[in-house]
């Protein structure tokens, strides 16, 4: 298994989430590659390249005016589909006066952009996640952190949830004694695989405890999908022992979060990690989301030290190969499903 996935074009990634894109362009690399995003006044999103086509400026210096992006340099206007719409002092404006733009879809408050052959590009193909539409039952917060470490390296942290009771043991972590009564139910799918993980009758971690003040122990579960190349939906939580939480999982009293989880290419050695907490208890408390992310966003702290950690050693010796446990069914399953998309996309670009 190398360490270091290939990076794949031909897919939707997820680039900013809706609220960053206000008055101002945004510069971020994406697979390498420069961009510009930005609202303009009609509230379209525009995706371009981070260069202007007259003298090579960087847009994202520029300004969002009324007709589109300005170029901060001589003042030439592009819209959201990189054509010049104002070309200041001259009288023409040529169809040769034009940046690379590239195709997105807003939704659900993400902005997903497609950096590979736009005529490739499936808006079928983005992940949904309607619960960013469902505040009352979904109250959520979201969070984007910038990490410097292949993007594989995050869907492999969350495809071993092992790793929660040493890397979280102060958070959402359980004992390590408990990993004995792990059960485990691991499914590859057709672009990625799904795992549903218990652990019966176990002490609730502090977070559990916090936000919904159990005093027995909790039948606690994990559900998580991965679909390629970069998104991950969670729904964890856990129900006091002798309810039953097995047979229904939705029932009062239950602690209850789902989350979104997408890892963009920066490039092959950082990412962009984009991520979202939902409550789904106490959804009338306005302090619950806060709290819950509070509680959350410390772990992620937690793995970033490590993952930095790993991707230093993993790039002063890539050619030393690793091991993989029997915890890592569904880490192996993610890194089948992205290499099976690797070469789906090169026959699909070949054709
Ligand atoms: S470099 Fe952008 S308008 Fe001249
Ligand atoms: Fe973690």
């Known amino acids: 298994m190398q360490h270091f996935e290939p990076l794949i074009e031909n897919a939707w990634y997820v680039a900013a989430w809706s609220s960053e894109l206000r008055d101002k362009p945004l510069a971020r690399q994406i697979l390498n590659q420069n961009v510009v995003l930005f609202r303009d006044s009609f509230g379209r999103v525009g995706v371009l390249e981070d260069r202007c086509c007259h003298r090579a400026a960087p847009l994202a210096q520029g300004e969002v005016v009324a007709g589109g992006l300005q170029c901060g340099y001589h003042g030439m206007t592009f819209d959201v589909d990189g054509q010049c719409v104002a070309n200041p ?21 993400f902005v997903w952009v497609w950096m590979g052959e736009p005529s490739l590009a499936e808006e079928n193909d983005i992940v949904d996640f309607p619960f960013h ?45 408990n990993h004995a009564k792990v059960e485990m139910n691991v499914e590859p799918t057709e672009n990625g695989v799904k795992f549903l993980r218990w652990i019966l009758d ?38 006091e022992v002798g ?42 408390d306005p302090h619950a989301a806060t709290e819950l992310y509070n509680e959350i966003a410390p772990t992620f702290d937690e793995d970033v030290k490590m993952l930095e950690a790993q991707q230093r050693i993993l790039e002063r010796d890539p050619s030393q190969a690793l091991i993989l446990r029997q915890q890592d069914e569904a880490l192996s399953f993610a890194r089948k499903a992205i290499r099976n998309l690797a070469n789906k996309t090169v026959l699909n670009t070949l054709n």
């Open 243 to 284: 309810r039953n939480a097995q047979k229904n999982r939705h029932q009062k009293g239950a602690y209850s979060m789902r989350m979104f989880h997408a890892a963009t290419p920066e490039t092959e050695h950082s990412c962009h990690y984009f991520w979202s907490v939902a409550n789904g208890y106490r959804q009338d």
């Open 89 to 109: 002092g001259e009288p023409n404006i040529s169809s040769k006066m034009k940046v690379q733009s590239f195709p997105i879809i807003e939704r659900q408050n």
């Open 133 to 177: 539409k469902q505040g009352e039952e979904w109250p959520f917060q979201f969070e984007r952190y910038h990490i410097g470490c292949n993007y594989m390296l995050i869907i492999d942290n969350l495809m071993d949830l092992s790793h929660l009771a040493y890397v979280h043991r102060r958070t959402i972590g359980d004992s390590a004694s």
């Open 202 to 239: 176990t002490p609730p971690p502090p977070t559990f405890v916090k936000a919904m003040g159990f005093k027995t122990n909790v039948d606690r579960w994990s559900d998580f999908e991965y679909l390629a190349p970069s998104s991950v939906l969670q729904w964890a939580g856990g129900l």
